[in-house]
């Protein structure tokens, strides 16, 4: 059990953080210090993965032991796993307009300070860390009326959020898939990297050339920062469906990869 908090503590931050660099990116476009904000994303994006790696230790224990004792609920265990990944995507949804904002901060104080020791060295203080209650916006009801999908082409929504979904299950498909054929269940696990990018290609070539071409578009053309607003808006609620759709995928996926293994093995 103790392994199962873990997991899903290490999870709802993964998905929190990660789903909070569009808050960097949209702070870069408004401060008009985009490669500053990039370079701010790629921080964040590296602490997400380093926390992947060790969720990826405490879930192989999990498994481990439900292949000892069939009796373990691990299929109800990746269940939770994925609502810790939809409960922080919501939760980094919720602080988004307060994001933005300590992200333009961030964006400034990183160019002044030249480095992310630096910055850190001054900005992680008494002093500044109770200036952060006077940039708290809490989300309006008005906030979700302009999320109107119009002007924001719901194909990117969609994959997005159908990529969302593969990435979030992919790994537990191949780890739960290994508990049906243990006799391969190496095999069954390694197909997770197969999976995963799968979802990082279709990523890439559906979902970031057409969010760079509105990045673009806002940073080179007055007025279009609220258009960046509302399409991160509509990219974080379309990734946290994928997080939904990520609890309907399990069971097919796993036994899609177990009928793989069944056919190459």
């Given at each position: 059990?103790?392994m199962l908090?873990?997991t899903?503590?290490?999870?709802?931050?993964?998905?929190?953080?990660?789903?909070?660099s569009?808050?960097?990116?949209?702070?870069?476009?408004?401060?008009?210090?985009?490669?500053v904000?990039?370079?701010?994303?790629?921080v964040?994006?590296?602490?997400?993965?380093?926390?992947?790696?060790?969720?990826?230790?405490?879930?192989?224990?999990m498994?481990?032991?439900?292949?000892?004792?069939?009796?373990?609920p691990?299929e109800?265990?990746?269940?939770?796993?994925i609502?810790?990944?939809?409960?922080?995507?919501?939760?980094?949804?919720?602080?988004f307009?307060?994001?933005?904002?300590?992200?333009?901060?961030?964006?400034?104080?990183?160019e002044?300070?030249?480095?992310i020791?630096?910055?850190?060295?001054?900005?992680?203080?008494?002093?500044?860390?109770?200036?952060?209650?006077h940039?708290?916006?809490?989300?309006r009801?008005?906030?979700?009326?302009r999320?109107?999908?119009?002007?924001?082409?719901k194909r990117?929504?969609?994959?997005?959020?159908?990529?969302?979904?593969i990435?979030?299950?992919g790994?537990?498909?191949s780890l739960?898939?290994?508990?049906?054929?243990?006799?391969?269940?190496m095999?069954?696990?390694m197909?997770?990297?197969?999976?995963?990018?799968?979802?990082?290609?279709l990523?890439?070539v559906?979902?970031?050339?057409?969010?760079?071409?509105l990045?673009?578009?806002?940073?080179?053309e007055k007025g279009?920062?609220?258009?960046?607003?509302?399409?991160?808006?509509l990219?974080?609620?379309?990734?946290w469906?994928?997080?939904?759709?990520?609890?309907v995928l399990?069971?097919p996926g796993?036994?899609?990869i177990?009928?793989?293994?069944?056919?190459?093995?």
């Amino acid at each position: 059990m103790m392994m199962l908090i873990i997991t899903c503590m290490l999870t709802f931050v993964i998905y929190a953080s990660e789903t909070l660099s569009y808050a960097v990116r949209l702070g870069g476009v408004r401060a008009r210090k985009l490669a500053v904000a990039l370079s701010l994303t790629g921080v964040i994006v590296l602490v997400s993965r380093t926390s992947n790696m060790v969720q990826g230790i405490t879930t192989g224990h999990m498994v481990d032991a439900a292949i000892s004792d069939p009796s373990m609920p691990l299929e109800t265990w990746f269940h939770f796993i994925i609502l810790s990944a939809s409960g922080g995507t919501l939760l980094s949804i919720a602080l988004f307009p307060t994001a933005v904002r300590l992200a333009v901060r961030l964006i400034s104080k990183l160019e002044a300070a030249g480095s992310i020791p630096r910055m850190v060295a001054t900005s992680v203080t008494v002093e500044q860390l109770r200036q952060v209650k006077h940039h708290v916006r809490y989300p309006r009801l008005e906030m979700l009326k302009r999320l109107r999908a119009g002007g924001i082409p719901k194909r990117l929504l969609l994959v997005n959020a159908a990529v969302t979904g593969i990435y979030t299950v992919g790994v537990l498909c191949s780890l739960f898939a290994s508990t049906l054929i243990p006799e391969h269940r190496m095999t069954a696990s390694m197909s997770s990297g197969l999976i995963n990018g799968i979802a990082t290609i279709l990523l890439t070539v559906f979902v970031d050339p057409q969010v760079a071409l509105l990045m673009d578009k806002a940073m080179n053309e007055k007025g279009h920062t609220e258009d960046m607003s509302k399409m991160f808006g509509l990219l974080m609620l379309s990734r946290w469906a994928g997080t939904l759709l990520a609890q309907v995928l399990l069971l097919p996926g796993a036994y899609l990869i177990f009928w793989l293994v069944k056919v190459f093995t």
